[in-house]
Nanobody, 124 residues
Framework: QVQLVESGGGLVQAGGSLRLSCAASGRTFSNYAMGWFRQAPGKEREFVSYISSSGGNTYYADSVKGRFTISRDNAKNTVYLQMNSLKPEDTAVYYC?????????????????WGQGTQVTVSS
């Protein structure tokens, strides 16, 4: 049974930073790509970032490129999302997800397991 548990969300002022973590268990973490998504109230879940199983390939949504950094520690079974220069429009519930398929995916349907989400609120 795969479990993904996010942490690190909270309330921050615009321009501030947060670091999200997602601890995975249930299968060999280093075999699977990971992604971060977010969902604001009344909006669809949207792609934020992707990292390959080895960490060698990363992708970002245009809206976060240059501000967010995804990374992973396969020894700790954890993926991270460092978020800098936060904006009010970054306010959302952030989800980590694990992908069973090969290659890059930016759609929620490309991921098989999801965490419960962590709230990020950026005040202006």
């Amino acid at each position: 049974q795969v479990q993904l548990v996010e942490s690190g969300g909270g309330l921050v002022q615009a321009g501030g930073s947060l670091r999200l973590s997602c601890a995975a268990s249930g299968r060999t973490f280093s075999n699977y790509a990971m992604g971060w998504f977010r969902q604001a109230p009344g909006k669809e879940r949207e792609f934020v970032s992707y990292i390959s199983s080895s960490g060698g390939n990363t992708y970002y949504a245009d809206s976060v490129k240059g501000r967010f950094t995804i990374s992973r520690d396969n020894a700790k079974n954890t993926v991270y999302l460092q978020m800098n220069s936060l904006k009010p429009e970054d306010t959302a519930v952030y989800y980590c997800a694990q992908r069973s398929g090969s290659g890059y995916s930016y759609t929620p349907r490309g991921y098989d397991y999801w965490g419960q989400g962590t709230q990020v609120t950026v005040s202006s």
